[in-house]
């Protein structure tokens, strides 16, 4: 913002602004992708994991025999 209101306003060096904001632009791009591929090796290292969705504390209603398997 900084950089746009100086350079509305005529008061930077020639080339100092287009410099800035492509450095800001590929940076915010670096930084999204940076995310996505973040997201990807979490969800990823959760898959590999392999554990259960949930545990069963108590089984009821069923025989002895099964709630020892």
């Given at each position: 913002m900084y950089a746009i209101f100086d350079f509305m306003r005529g008061r930077t060096i020639q080339g100092w602004t287009s410099i800035l904001l492509t450095l800001?632009?590929?940076?915010?791009?670096?930084?999204?992708?940076?995310?996505?591929?973040?997201?990807?090796?979490g969800r990823i290292f959760n898959e590999v994991k392999a554990r259960p969705l949930y545990f069963v504390r108590d089984a009821t209603g069923l025989p002895e025999e099964e709630r020892r398997r």
């Open positions: 800001l632009v590929i940076g915010g791009a670096i930084l999204i992708s940076l995310g996505i591929v973040g997201e990807y090796v």
